[in-house]
């Protein structure tokens, strides 16, 4: 008896949390449950999506990346300070800090797949040592535009407004972020469900001696997932200052314990019992409706880390909980 009910929470809980929670809101202000809200909320999630997709890969080879906040405080610098410092042309200014997540996932894999220290260690440890890059190369500052350099003259570019149309233009008024985030999160759901590398990256994670006797090339597989972290993390970091118009420093420091809150979040919906995308970006949602709904409260900023935690502490508890049954 008590199972059904549990199950039935464990399946659907969250996309009735998100309800409940909208309807809350909606009810308390009169402008939340609006389009124009509603799109900024989807907005304002796109970022925290990116990266928790990356998160998603990551624990999808029973692994865990903590370094993709100061990954994304990196590519936001990185970008920023090549057009405002170097005045580079736009693909340059996409291209380069995509290859720098890519660099950053490619040494996470080093030192995991190669190396084998465990994951939350090397992780731990390649967040701190970005983290340091990115404010040794921005020596503690913001860039943005007409910035005074630390040699007294002014800096000579600007962020350029086709690079800025990608956090803050809108298509058919629907914000490019959004469209880029539903693009992402179809593409990669169907990356995990049809194809030959995402069908094993699952298979990795799930029993990793089991995939390797089937012939699954298990350390190229877990490199791939890292890479893949680290590149939509980079994503995020492009996104994030194409939509603040600054280089903000420690930009992704916040995004980390949301992206994760998120990726265990959708551990639960609709009975999924893993990392899937479908499941993060609800995750994202709920997260983004809770913060959206306290700031038009006039909450303190401050109180949205305690419910981000409460949300990631709830989530943990329900989908362990119902795993640990599970086994039983």
Same mark, same amino acid.
């Given at each position: 008896?008590?199972?059904?009910?549990?199950?039935?929470?464990?399946?659907?809980?969250?996309?009735?949390?998100?309800?409940?929670?909208?309807?809350?809101?909606?009810?308390?202000?009169?402008?939340?449950?609006?389009?124009?809200?509603?799109?900024?909320?989807?907005?304002?999630?796109?970022?925290?999506?990116?990266?928790?997709?990356?998160?998603?890969?990551?624990?999808?080879?029973?692994?865990?990346?903590?370094?993709?906040?100061?990954?994304?405080?990196?590519?936001?610098?990185?970008?920023?300070?090549?057009?405002?410092?170097?005045?580079?042309?736009? %693909?340059?200014?996409?291209?380069?800090?995509?290859? %720098?997540?890519?660099?950053?996932?490619?040494?996470?894999?080093?030192?995991?797949?190669?190396?084998?220290?465990?994951?939350?260690?090397?992780?731990?440890?390649?967040?701190?040592?970005?983290?340091? %890059?990115?404010?040794?190369?921005?020596?503690?500052?913001?860039?943005?535009?007409?910035?005074?350099?630390?040699?007294?003259?002014?800096?000579?570019?600007?962020?350029?407004?086709?690079?800025?149309?990608?956090?803050?233009?809108?298509?058919?008024?629907?914000?490019?972020?959004?469209?880029?985030?539903?693009?992402?999160?179809?593409?990669?759901?169907?990356?995990?469900?049809?194809?030959?590398?995402?069908?094993?990256?699952?298979?990795?994670?799930?029993?990793?001696?089991?995939?390797?006797?089937?012939?699954?090339?298990?350390?190229?597989?877990?490199?791939?997932?890292?890479?893949?972290?680290?590149?939509?993390?980079?994503?995020?970091?492009?996104?994030?200052?194409?939509?603040?118009?600054?280089?903000? %420093?420690?930009?992704?420091?916040?995004?980390?314990?949301?992206?994760?809150?998120?990726?265990?979040?959708?551990?639960?919906?609709?009975?999924?019992?893993?990392?899937?995308?479908?499941?993060?970006?609800?995750?994202?949602?709920?997260?983004?409706?809770?913060?959206?709904?306290?700031?038009?409260?006039?909450?303190?900023?401050?109180?949205?880390?305690?419910?981000?935690?409460?949300?990631?502490?709830?989530?943990?508890?329900?989908?362990?909980?119902?795993?640990?049954?599970?086994?039983?």
């Amino acid at each position: 008896m008590i199972s059904k009910p549990m199950d039935f929470i464990f399946k659907y809980g969250s996309i009735m949390v998100i309800g409940i929670v909208i309807l809350f809101f909606s009810f308390w202000n009169e402008h939340f449950f609006t389009y124009s809200n509603i799109t900024d909320i989807l907005r304002s999630i796109s970022i925290v999506t990116f990266v928790a997709i990356g998160v998603t890969f990551s624990l999808t080879v029973d692994g865990f990346d903590l370094s993709v906040g100061s990954t994304v405080s990196l590519t936001t610098v990185v970008s920023a300070a090549l057009m405002v410092w170097y005045e580079q042309p736009l %693909i340059v200014v996409i291209v380069f800090p995509l290859l %720098i997540g890519v660099v950053v996932g490619l040494i996470n894999a080093l030192l995991i797949v190669r190396i084998r220290i465990p994951d939350l260690l090397a992780t731990l440890a390649i967040m701190y040592i970005v983290a340091g %890059i990115h404010k040794t190369f921005t020596k503690g500052y913001s860039i943005y535009n007409n910035m005074q350099l630390t040699d007294g003259t002014t800096a000579p570019g600007v962020f350029r407004e086709d690079f800025l149309w990608l956090g803050q233009g809108k298509w058919l008024g629907i914000p490019i972020p959004v469209i880029l985030m539903v693009i992402a999160v179809a593409g990669v759901h169907v990356f995990f469900t049809y194809t030959r590398w995402g069908r094993q990256m699952q298979m990795t994670g799930g029993n990793e001696e089991a995939a390797r006797l089937s012939g699954v090339r298990v350390k190229r597989i877990r490199t791939a997932a890292y890479v893949a972290s680290g590149l939509f993390a980079a994503v995020g970091g492009i996104l994030f200052s194409a939509r603040v118009g600054t280089g903000q %420093i420690d930009a992704g420091s916040s995004v980390l314990m949301e992206a994760v809150a998120a990726v265990f979040v959708g551990y639960s919906v609709l009975g999924a019992g893993r990392p899937n995308v479908i499941g993060t970006f609800i995750g994202s949602v709920l997260i983004g409706v809770l913060l959206n709904g306290m700031t038009m409260m006039n909450l303190q900023y401050y109180t949205n880390d305690i419910v981000k935690g409460c949300v990631l502490v709830l989530a943990l508890a329900v989908t362990f909980v119902h795993l640990n049954r599970k086994k039983t």
